[in-house]
């Protein structure tokens, strides 16, 4: 089935540097460049980052990383390449894509929330085994897992950037307990020139349990090792799976 692009990153992708500016991944990048580093010694070794957004979370990667960045949308990856115009960019799904290149590392950051089924997180497994160099490290860190799971959460905040003023409001909720999709309902409130515009854009996103990742992880070849990440704004992003291709762990 084809993916459908959400409003914010498509029609309402201007708003992202807004809602989500830059400057509030700094703590998230340095952990992933720390545990490049940690895995694979010093250097400037290849990154590749699956579902890069805005770039936001890569901007702070590009000095100690050579980059390469892929998103399924192609408004989010004109974003990225304003923000990172030293990176090689590519419209693509992080579930199939093939680009001929191999990588030391690989990242899928809070986009890893876009896979569904336990499928989607195979074909993304081998999407990075393909782009992987024997021993490389792959890093996924979904929004939440089953365990940490808010059901019937609600998160509002508020964000100014120039004459634009928006007001965000999230209601996530599980409706059908028994698959591996929740569904996130974004309010945006959004002020400018005196006149006010709502819009509003559903998410569905997956949700599976630790066991999940890591076994299907294991079953690509990857040695796993789970960490928690530091907490961010809202709560989001809750833990971090690292994968050692082809390597065990002693
Ligand atoms: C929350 S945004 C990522 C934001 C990013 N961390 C940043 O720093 O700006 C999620 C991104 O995942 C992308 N995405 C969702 N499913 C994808 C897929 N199957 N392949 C590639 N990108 C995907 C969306 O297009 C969107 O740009």
Redesign the pocket.
């Known amino acids: 089935m084809a ?1 459908i ?1 959400n409003r914010l ?1 498509g029609d309402l992708s201007y708003l992202w540097p807004i809602i989500s500016p830059p400057e509030e ?1 700094g703590s998230e990048a340095a952990f992933f460049g720390d545990v490049v580093h940690e895995e694979l010694g010093s250097g400037r070794h290849k990154l590749l980052e ?9 901007s702070h990667l590009t000095l100690d990383f050579e980059c390469t960045a ?4 192609p408004d ?1 990856v004109a974003l990225s390449q304003g923000l990172n115009p030293e990176v090689e960019h590519y419209v693509g ?3 199939y894509i093939r680009l001929g290149q191999t990588f030391d590392a690989v990242l899928v ?3 890893a929330s ?1 896979l569904l089924t336990e499928q989607d997180l195979q074909e993304t497994f081998a999407t990075a085994v393909a782009h992987l160099r024997p021993g490389g490290v792959l890093m996924v860190a979904p929004d939440w897992v089953q365990e940490t799971f808010p059901d019937g959460w609600v998160y509002t905040w508020d964000r100014l950037q120039g004459d634009i003023e928006v007001n965000i409001q999230e209601v996530m909720t599980d409706p059908d307990p028994t698959d591996t999709q929740v569904e996130s309902t974004y309010t945006y409130t959004i002020k400018k020139d005196g006149q006010t515009t709502v819009e509003v854009d559903t998410h569905i996103t997956g949700i599976f349990p630790l066991n999940t990742w890591t076994d299907l992880m294991g079953q690509d070849g990857f040695s796993v090792e789970v960490r928690s990440l530091p907490p961010n704004k809202g709560g989001y992003g809750s833990w971090l799976f690292i994968g050692l291709l082809g390597m065990s762990r002693s």
């Open positions: 993916k692009i990153y991944y699956m579902g890069v957004g805005g770039g936001h979370n890569l892929v998103d399924l949308s989010m799904d992080m579930r950051h809070d986009a876009y």
